[in-house]
């Protein structure tokens, strides 16, 4: 087969401009695209909210022009709370889908999952919900860096307001996967060593979502405790409310509970919410600091609704991606890792920083007591927990963090 002069600089010019055109794309502006992973149909309450906060900080970030003259664009997919599905669509988008760094997960193992996925394939995951520890302490590694306070974050400012109890024999009750198993073993570390006085007579696992509320009731009340300290949420929250309510189980009882006083947990309760459960939560109502206040205002100005925590979390990992790629100043993987290393933003709580000993955020969270005010559940007496406050030295992180 014979090719003339004309059929191959034809060609070839063709070739040539099929092959540069990612670069040229890019270089025209094209947008800067970010794969967010979530189990958006297994924990609606709080994930509807998130994508909404996220959606409202990207809209925000485009009008005011983008980032590095481009435009960011999400493609957001749904894990099911699977981890192995997260990580088949962790591929895909990196593979087929070609984004520029990975972002999101709600419960600890489909995090873990996804921060193993970016540690095997060398690229940047910002986890903004998952709780447990081990995302940037055991399990930490370069590519991963992680939003929310941590298991031991929370842990560590219930215990402030444990410690102060009278109760000596506690029990403890959270769902049966990491994040319950990292809180309680947090919590346990850190009670006994404020009170060394302190014994632990029960502890139950439900599995998540599946809670048996009158058996696990029953054997928290066969244990006779002082105080209990609760890690259930959502569903499982509500039936364990509800059947220690009907039981008794919390009349003279202490309770310490992490994450209870979030709007996503606490509003579904209505009258039947706990009064005066020591809890971390969001009183979104009441906090007036100007960084919130504008947060608010712009969430509610776009969807005629009152933000909950997830939409916190989701605006500030947004915010927190765009100020990370702006300190970069490029969308290169391995330069973008390292401008998240003491990346300082600003979050609708205030001033955050992704420390660079272990890649976990300063953002705090709002400790309190829960009431029942006009027939619904509301945060009292509460006070903003600074992260920053709550987080063991850079030396002690070396111990913890085997990957440094």
């Known amino acids: 087969m014979k090719i003339d002069r004309r059929q191959f600089v034809s060609g070839a010019v063709i070739g040539a401009a099929t092959l540069a055109t990612p670069s040229l794309l890019r270089a025209q502006g094209a947008p800067i695209r970010i794969g967010e992973i979530n ?60 984004v520029d760094l990975l972002s999101g997960g709600f419960l600890s193992n489909v995090g873990l999952a996804i921060a193993d996925y970016a540690l095997q394939n060398k690229r940047l995951y910002v986890a903004s919900e998952p709780l447990s520890d081990a995302i940037v302490w055991a399990k930490g590694n370069r590519y991963t860096f992680r939003l929310r306070p941590s298991t031991y974050m929370q842990a560590a400012m219930l215990v402030e307001e444990a410690a102060k109890l009278p109760a000596k024999k506690w029990a403890t009750v959270a769902p049966n996967y990491e994040y319950g198993q990292s809180a309680v073993k947090w919590f346990k570390e850190l009670l006994k060593k404020a009170r060394p006085d302190v014994e632990f007579v029960a502890e139950q696992f439900p599995a998540l979502g599946r809670i048996d ?25 509500a039936n364990f409310v509800r059947q220690g309510n009907t039981r008794g189980l919390f009349e003279g009882r202490a309770v310490a509970s992490m994450l209870t006083g979030e709007p996503e947990y606490l509003d ?78 600003t979050s609708a709580f205030g001033p955050v920083e992704f420390r660079a000993s272990d890649h976990q955020a300063t953002l705090g969270a709002y400790v309190g007591k829960t009431a029942v005010k006009n027939g619904k559940g509301v945060m009292v007496d509460w006070r903003y927990a600074d992260g920053a406050k709550y987080l063991p030295s850079d030396a002690e992180v070396k111990a913890l963090r085997p990957a440094g």
Not at 64 to 88: N, Q
């Open 39 to 98: 189990s958006y149909t297994s924990q609606p309450a709080f994930l509807k909210p998130y994508r909404q906060g996220w959606e409202l900080a990207q809209e925000q970030v485009n009008a005011a022009g983008g980032v590095l003259g481009r435009k960011i664009e999400t493609l957001f997919r749904d894990d099911a709370g699977k981890p192995e599905d997260s990580v088949r669509l962790a591929g895909e988008l990196i593979n087929a889908e070609k």
């Open 213 to 237: 509320a009158g058996a696990t009731v029953q054997a928290l009340e066969a244990a006779k405790p002082d105080a209990i300290f609760n890690v259930t949420f959502a569903a499982d929250l």
């Open 268 to 345: 579904p309760l209505g009258a039947e919410a706990p009064v005066g459960w020591i809890v971390t939560g969001y009183p979104q109502a009441d906090i007036q600091t100007p960084d919130h206040v504008k947060f608010r205002e712009a969430y509610r100005a776009k969807y005629n609704d009152y933000p909950r925590l997830g939409s916190v979390v989701g605006y500030d990992t947004m915010n927190a991606i765009a100020a990370g790629l702006a300190k970069a100043g490029t969308t290169d993987n391995e330069k973008l890792v390292d401008a998240l290393k003491g990346l300082k933003f």
